[in-house]
């Protein structure tokens, strides 16, 4: 462009930065890209929902045209569990099991960064399919096939062109991260504890934490295997879902499922563990029951692997295979409702203090309790013949994905801002940020269950007037008003806090475990010398050397 | 917290205050759909007790255990577990599942291994990409998009199997008053039964995206009583009457491409990809239910079926204004 000699002038420091970043291995850092990744797509996956609330506000709109909605809908479905909730709970995960179980860092550093560097591209390469254009691949931009991509939409026949190939490739991509940084949690938390760390006296984050990798190394894996079989229905002229040469479309969904389902758990029991640390710490109390919520993980990590096919309750599944699955999602409930009797028990009796961070983990308590209770519903078979597919379902998941999982990631935010870069966030902005997403998030999600009852099935971009849809509908749509500017908020704290929030010292919340024992930020190497524990709390212990607790456990 | 409260109250009020809506679940009007029923309602009675125990214990905790205002900064006693607290909420959450999953596997049991009696309706549902085909093979008769049958007596039921197949992606036949949905998946033959217990027409629609018409590929089932049934089976089964009057359009339907996908018993148009016309004026709507069929509507969804359902897979045909009019007259005299 220019044809005259402009002079360069390099200046070292920008440049230095970001090659520091880009070719980190350090898990703090690694962790913060994580972060950041997923609240950029955090900010797309919530612009792709407002679109679609807007269309649906009312009954017969034009706003979007349906083919659009559809892309919408599968790009929302796709970066919301993929490229938001995933990393930024791996995020999360990376930053602080180290530092929790008194490590320098993660077992394999290059392995993380290389998994993070993946789950990147995988996201950059779902969006990519945005500038593929209709005229490059015939069959217009973005994939429209549903973030489940049920065969055989799937096949050439019913998706031409590349959309397809792109969600197939980008999860792909994504998957093989997923699968190095369950790697990594599992190796870490297993080899790398500081000297007295038992199994028994890891901080509950770091036992619910290797579960999670558990579930990632089994889950993830069945995705990736249907994926490339999908990849050869498609072009090397396999048949394993292409039903017209006597392929099965239920397989895929078994497939998709056994992925599916545990996944849901892959994302909550790093949320049980935000919920873990913050509420013993807001209420003055060790957690009660350590050993019972150490066995309900455990057992919740083992019984999610066996009810992937209540998704399918409407497939046609015999009657007994039917009952074996309502049985097991069932049994899920059980240590579930331990571990919310637990947090409730260590509340109890407590001094709670309510800032910003037990006020989301109390929302999630609350939330959680009705997802979990609706999920119920919905593991009744003959129920879910009803509400399968309906509005109901998607308020339940979004009960729990945003109820639960997004409330206590925006708890981990308030908790941990201050270690990650020495400042406290601001605690008005963040009661505004909670009471003003509170109120959006039930005026949507409450909401959404009352069409769904009332027969409105999911993915449609419009209705017929009459159905007693429309006022929830509009309602829903309000409520996501509220929620985005609750969100921008909350944008504004972290940046305004991150550049000139109050200095928040070692140990802001008084708090007992090994990361609050090092400086805000940490040093790369973590700590100084390598901490020695000998109970659950190491820091309790310091803080009261008269009454530690390696006298209780 | 009272929003909780409030929104909890709120969602049952709302489902059951509306019984005009078409498509309630809570209100059924056949067996399976009133089996499901009564269930749901014990479920959400012991649901809703475990709600209101669990929330007023957190919202009790929440308010009671608050950090008083002069505080001496002291901490409250640790207490570290109890097991036989942890044995007591294991225990009572274990016998409450063994009660609802009982429950549950009887009604499994009732809906889907029901036997199937002398003198049901048999109808083989397929679904395509965005419209449903009705096949009675006992009467040897097609139909399309709207499914009659006859209204079953409780005293002596008349039930419908559905025999549900599909011909391309994955589908679910959903009308909320009358079953449970059920999916329609290629490959693999699915079946339901309804015996609707009031005459009236049923609505519901397609509950497994299908595609970019997902959301108009609608149901509609009408049930009549059995004289008025057997009318309609027995006017479905004739052949379309050549209707001089129409001739121009019967001829330029087998010379232009409809008749390469559409069926017209009677004539040389016996295209199996798109709904059967030969009783088309016999219904009420269009476009699987997308629009009533009127003249106008008729001319609009033929010149372009993209006005009521971008992205339907009949093409625009190529024809002149004459042509489209000639077209639609005779497709007015296929009652």
Redesign the interface.
């Known amino acids: 462009m220019a044809s005259e000699a402009v002079p360069l002038t390099i200046r070292q420091n920008p440049l230095a930065v970001v090659y520091e970043w880009l070719g980190t291995c350090d898990h703090k850092k690694i962790g913060l890209m994580y972060i950041v990744y997923a609240l950029l797509f955090f900010v797309v996956t919530g612009w792709e929902a407002v679109l679609m609330r807007i269309q649906l506000a009312h009954a017969n709109s034009t706003f979007l ?3 659009l909605f ?1 892309r919408l809908f599968t790009l929302h479905g796709t970066t919301g569990v993929f490229f938001v909730a995933m990393p930024i709970l791996f995020g999360f995960g990376n930053y602080l099991v180290p530092l929790m179980i008194g490590a320098r860092d993660m077992a394999y550093p290059r392995l993380n960064a290389f998994g993070f560097w993946m789950t990147a591209f995988g996201g950059l390469f779902l969006y990519a399919s945005l500038f593929a254009g209709d005229s490059v691949a015939k069959a217009g931009i973005a994939p ?1 096939v ?1 973030w489940f991509a ?4 799937t096949a050439v026949a ?1 998706s031409p062109g590349h959309s397809t190939d792109y969600w197939n490739l980008s999860l792909l991509l994504a998957g093989v991260g997923s699968i190095a940084g369950g790697v990594n949690f599992v190796a870490t938390i297993l080899s790398m504890r500081c000297p007295g760390m038992t199994l028994g006296r890891m901080p509950l984050l770091a036992w619910m934490n290797l579960v999670m990798g558990g579930l990632v190394l089994v889950t993830i894996s069945p995705l990736t295997a249907a994926q490339l079989m999908l990849m050869a229905d498609r072009y090397l002229g396999a048949h394993f879902f292409d ?2 040469a ?5 397989l895929w969904m078994h497939f998709f499922w056994i992925f599916g389902h545990p996944e849901v758990y892959v994302l909550i029991i790093p949320c049980f563990a935000f919920i873990s640390e913050i509420i013993p710490v807001f ?4 957690i ?5 919520m150490v066995a309900a993980t455990t057992s919740i990590g083992f019984v999610s692997l066996g009810v992937w096919a209540h998704h399918m309750f ?3 599944m ?2 007994y295979g ?2 074996f699955f ?2 097991t999602t ?2 899920v ?2 240590p579930t ?2 571990k ?3 947090w ?2 260590t ?8 800032a910003t961070p037990m006020l989301f983990a ?1 929302g999630f ?2 939330q959680f ?2 997802g979990g ?1 609706t999920g ?2 919905l593991a ?11 509005y109901f379902v998607v308020a339940h998941f979004h009960y729990v994905i945003v109820g639960g999982i997004l409330f206590s990631i925006f708890a981990a935010f308030y908790y941990w801002f201050p270690k990650m870069t020495g400042r406290m966030m601001d605690e008005t902005l963040g009661q505004w940020h909670f009471w003003m997403f ?2 959006g998030f ?1 005026l949507t999600f ?1 909401s959404l ?2 069409p769904g ?12 007037a ?4 429309e006022s ?1 509908n509009m309602i829903a749509s309000v409520g996501v008003i509220l929620q985005g500017a609750a969100v921008l908020v909350f944008v504004y704290n972290l940046i305004r806090s991150g550049v000139r929030g109050r200095p928040a010292g070692n140990d802001p919340w008084d708090a007992w475990t090994l990361e609050w024992a090092t400086t805000s930020p940490p040093p790369e190497y973590n700590f100084a010398a390598v901490p020695v524990v000998e109970s659950r709390r190491p820091l309790w212990d310091v803080k ?1 050397p008269d009454d530690p ?1 390696s006298k ?2 | ?1 009272l ?2 409260v409030v ?2 109250a ?2 049952g009020l ?2 059951a205050g ?1 019984p ?7 209100a059924p009007k056949s067996t399976p ?1 009133h ?2 029923y009564q ?2 309602i014990f ?2 009675e012991v ?1 809703g007790t ?2 209101v125990v ?2 007023s ?2 919202a009790y ?2 308010i009671r ?4 205002k002069h ?1 001496d900064g002291s ?8 097991n036989q ?2 044995l007591a ?2 225990v009572l ?2 016998l ?2 063994v009660v ?2 009982l429950s ?2 009887q ?3 009732r ?3 029901a036997r199937e009696p002398q003198g049901t309706i048999e109808v083989t549902a397929v679904a395509h ?1 965005f419209w449903w085909e009705y096949r009675y093979p006992q009467f040897g008769l097609v139909a399309a998009n709207e499914l009659h049958v006859p209204v079953s007596d409780p005293a002596h039921p008349t039930p419908t199997y559905i025999h ?1 197949l599909s011909a ?3 589908h ?1 036949f ?1 009308v ?1 008053q009358l ?5 329609l ?4 033959p ?2 339901m039964w309804i015996d609707p217990h009031e005459t009236g027409l049923f609505v ?12 108009k590929m ?1 149901l509609r089932v009408y049930v009549e009583n059995r004289e008025d049934f057997d009318r309609w089976v027995h006017a479905q089964q004739q052949q379309a009457a050549a209707n001089p009057s129409a001739a121009a359009g019967a001829a330029l339907f087998v010379s232009k491409a409809c008749f390469a996908c559409h069926t017209i018993r009677g004539t040389m148009a016996a295209g199996p990809a798109g709904p059967d016309l030969t009783h088309l004026m016999s219904r009420e709507t269009i476009a699987s239910g997308a629009v009533p069929i009127t003249r106008e509507n008729l001319l609009k969804w033929v010149r372009n079926p993209d006005t009521f359902k ?2 339907s897979l009949m093409p625009a045909p190529d024809l002149t204004p004459q042509e489209l009019g000639q077209i639609v007259d005779y497709l007015m005299t296929l009652d």
């Open positions: 045209s349906p083919q559809d429209d549903g049920y065969a055989p939409l019913f039903t017209q006597g392929g099965s479309a239920v209420s003055r109390k060790a009660f029951g350590y050993p019972a409407t497939v046609g015999p009657s039917n009952a309502v049985l069932m049994v409930a059980v409702g331990i919310i009797f637990n409730l028990a509340m109890w009796g407590g001094k709670i203090r309510f109390v308590l609350f309790l009705i209770l119920i519903m009744t078979a003959p129920f879910d013949w009803q509400l399968g597919n309906s509170l109120i039930h409450d269950h009352i009852l009332l027969g409105m099935p999911r993915r449609v971009y419009t209705y017929e009459g159905r007693g849809w929830w009261h607790d209780y456990e | 917290m929003i909780f929104s909890m709120e969602s709302g489902a509306n005009a809506s078409p498509t309630n679940i809570f759909a089996s499901i269930l749901s479920e959400l649901l475990i709600f669990v929330f214990l957190l905790a929440v255990f608050r950090e008083q505080e901490e409250p006693p640790q207490i570290y577990g109890s607290m942890e909420w294991t959450p274990v409450i599942v609802l999953f549950t596997a009604v499994i049991h809906v889907q291994d990409q549900l391309d992606v994955d679910s959903w909320p079953a449970g949905k059920t999916d998946i290629p490959n693999h699915n079946n519901g629609q397609c509950a497994q995206y299908c595609g970019t018409q997902h959301a609608l971008p992205g």
